[in-house]
């Protein structure tokens, strides 16, 4: 016992030995280290040594803070009777400062264990390093020795926490130490009125603390010292200026200058293997230390990345790059973004996420992920295991995120919670090894897909199942649609996904209903007409859908028959609804994809619609009425399919008003797709009739999985809240999708309900469950990972503006059906008015009259302009009900990249094409001509210009281009002999030729729609609609590009 208080007593009077060695000592080491060069060194070291104590600390007003008259004071004092206080350089050299240290305390990259403060090494080192300083350079300054505050010393955590303060009482005046020490008995109750300098919040957490709880006050100052520029006099009175929001004028580090920033000491481990894992921890020696001082400037402080590097929209015209805009990629360590997921299949419209629904709203950015989840893909790691690992709690599935503790635990991304590894995992069938589940693909695939057990069964997987229901009204066959659908679907029958279970059948309507028998045995197909279609049933259900292999001679004479069985039919009616109800009827036990081809609106029985468009209001710039449907039927039939596993695909083939939102809730709820054809005909319009064969040849052969549902699955703290696209909410975040394909689009609006303080990064997961056309049954899982920042300027550095603009396009559709189309116009301008409004408070330009936008945000009131002249927005301008309600549709359900296009096109000259920057493409290059901006002035008639609108391909000859081009790739001699309507490029034996048709088929590859090419003279009647999608320019009813930034500069400025 006796020995055990003799080591007790040691080793406090150790500490105490220490303890005024720091004191007495490194008072006057770091005052005198403050007033050297080295200044920033050893206070950036400081703060990064303690930066969790300053974050919990920590106070927005913090930043606030100013020059003011080159003289500190008391806000709560009259400024009579406020002792003067001359700021020393060294308090110039802390306002400098002030712009690094942000970025610092809000990084958690420098984030150390609270151990490390205490450490004799830390104190150690900055003794060493003030003393090496001192070798170099004498003092001309004493500091003057008087008693510490009792106030300060009791709620002081640390060393540092002391010495920092003295060092600030160090600069007040003699007679201001005199009178705090006759108010000493008072401090303890009343707050200390005397002013200190406000560099002490930003070098001490504990002056900061007692800041906050009034036991302090801190001067303000009203001037800002640029980096850029040195120091002004601080003699010149400056005026008193309103304080700006947080974060105000503080340029912010490059994100990953803080990853450079970390000492030798600090050790990474295998991402792949450990995940989330933080670095390791270990005291920094005096190597380590003087290697990190060493790298320190401020140079740094003024550098900032690509994406915050200010534009002034209103004077940098030419903001469009020349190459198309790619996804940015998210600041993460190298390994992790190998890892991360493809952002074709599933991005964020923030690549930095806030660490708080605050800084969210601050930033006034959209919150959300935008998901190709069936996208088709080269190379697809797919997972036969019998085990699938998910966690226990969330049922997340492992992914190259989560975390191994060890060989035998996991801890999960999203919920943290720990698992275990079961004994199957640990053997990894790549390299056959054992005792390796790090390496398993499914920990280092993104993306994967795993063939699920009869666990994820409702019932044995259904077989693929097409049921094609066709309109044969007069109407539609004066279209001429029949023949193109018969002889598609003739040429690609063998094509149909599906095995040997797969089942097809026919239903055709008019003002009856006309089902056909395609039994095997029979010698030819036999036709049941049902003329009851007030209470329509199945004549004979059980061969009607009949197997495709055996009956498939009986199907192929049908389709020869069909198109010439009803040509001299008189009926005009059209019994869509009654038709629909007998599909259902049909698919119910099964489930599987109905494909319907409507040419006019329905006029009997059920569902029947009443025209409700009024061709005079289809230039109105007030209201656009009827975007929403006359019935519930159609939503009703479509929830009915889903509970069945059905869904119902919509092919609109009209000339006429068709009432299309009304019709189209029977794929949207139903997680169907739709087809529309406007001014459809076979002879008058080929380009249309061209666009449906080349679409049903992608429909009909495309892959597709049945009896589907998708899960999206977030880290704690995130929460999910609005769906966009064509499905069925079964719960919260539960997506019923009878049908998925590799054209679909999803997406979905995020919030933060908790703060994400405890974490560096987010992880989203999307699994989507469904049925192949072979029977399996599949999970398909992407895992997207992102970092969590809690500066406002990083926040913007990682806008995924592309994201936002299609996120925002989902949500304006939503908005014109449930309130007004002026309301959606109007919630588009806010958008680009509320961002660029809070960036510029953030922002340290002096160009207060000027627009300035972040170049992550450069195209952003470009893509809106853009989105505010498409068809399902415009007003102004003539558009039927049917287009502007598809267009809705399309921005609903299309993938970014295909949105993207039909949002804002690109342009390109062709009438020069080279190989320069051409790509290589299956032994075939590919010219890569640069983008030229949506402007009238961009056009020269010397030139030919094609411009990609996503579903409309142009090409517009310039009245002077030159005979060569025209007669090398368009195969005339002159541009007098253009004929008005060409929608085709010859294929030519010419350089020129080849080049440019190599060009077009790579725009044409992958598209969900087909294209359709047409050549525009350029004084032909048809370059209207060209000209329309310049959206730069100015039209009749809407803004050119300049104007509109001179408009949102005015809203701002109010």
Known sequence: MLCLLLRVLCTLVFHILRCLLAIHMGKYLLHRALQSSHSLKIIHFLVKTQPSTIRRSGDRVLWDIVLHHGQLRAPSQPKTTLPKITLDPWLQQAARLMQILHPVLESKTFSFSRPAQRHPRFHQGVFQQGHSLLQTRQPNLRPRRHSLQNAYCRKACSMVDMLIIKLALHQLPRHQLQMMRKRRRRMRKQPLTAPLPPAVLLLCPTALMLWKVGAIQVTRWTRFLSTSSPAPALSVPQAAKPAKPFGYGYPILQPGYQNVGLSSGVQTSNPAYSGFQQFAQQYPGMNQLSSSLSGLSLQHSSQQPESLRPVNLTQDRNILPVTPVLAPVPNLSSDLRKLNCNPDSFRCTLTNIPQTQALLNKAKLPLGLLLHPFRDLTQLPVITSSTIVRCRSCRTYINPFVSFIDQRRWKCNLCYRVNDVPEEFMYNPLTRSYGEPHKRPEVQNSTVEFIASSDYMLRPPQPAVYLFVLDVSHNALEAGYLTIVCQSLLENLDKLPGDSRTRIGFITF?????????????????????????????????????????SKELIKDLLNALPNMFTYTRETHSALGPALQAAFKLMSPTGGRVSVFQTQLPSLGAGLLQSREDPNQRSSTKVVQHLGPATDFYKKLALDCSGQQTAVDLFLLSSQYSDLASLACMSKYSAGCIYYYPSFHHTHNPSQAEKLQKDLKRYLTRKIGFEAVMRIRCTKGLSIHTFHGNFFVRSTDLLSLANINPDAGFAVQMSIEENLTDTSLVCFQTALLYTSSKGERRIRVHTLCLPVVSSLADVYAGVDVQAAICLLANMAVDRSISSSLSDARDALVNAVVDSLSAYSQTSSTSQQSALIAPTSLKLFPLYVLALLKQKAFRTGTSTRLDDRVFAMCQMKCQP???????????????????????????????????????????????GAFLMDAGS??????????????????????????????????????????????????WLRDNRPLCPVLHVVKDESPAKTDFFQHLVEDRTEAAFSYYEFLLHVQQQICK
């Open 510 to 550: 008019d003002s009856t209903v006309h089902f056909y028998n395609l039994q095997e045995g029979l010698s030819q197909p036999q036709m049941l007409i049902v003329s009851d279609i007030d209470d329509i049933f199945l004549p004979t259900p059980d061969s009607l859908l009949v197997n495709l292999h055996e």
């Open 896 to 942: 970014l990249v295909h949105l993207m296009k039909i949002i804002h096109p690109n342009l390109y000259r062709i009438d020069k094409l080279t190989d320069e920057g051409a790509i290589h493409i299956n032994d075939r290059i590919v010219p890569q001509p640069p983008l030229q901006k949506l402007s009238a002035e961009k056009l020269t008639r010397e």
């Open 952 to 1001: 409309i391909i142009y090409i517009w000859i310039g009245k002077s281009c030159e005979n060569n081009f025209l007669k090398d790739v368009l195969g005339y001699p002159n541009y007098a002999s253009l004929p008005q309507k060409l929608t085709h490029l010859p294929e030519l034996d010419t350089l020129s030729s080849e080049r440019t048709r190599s060009f077009l088929s």
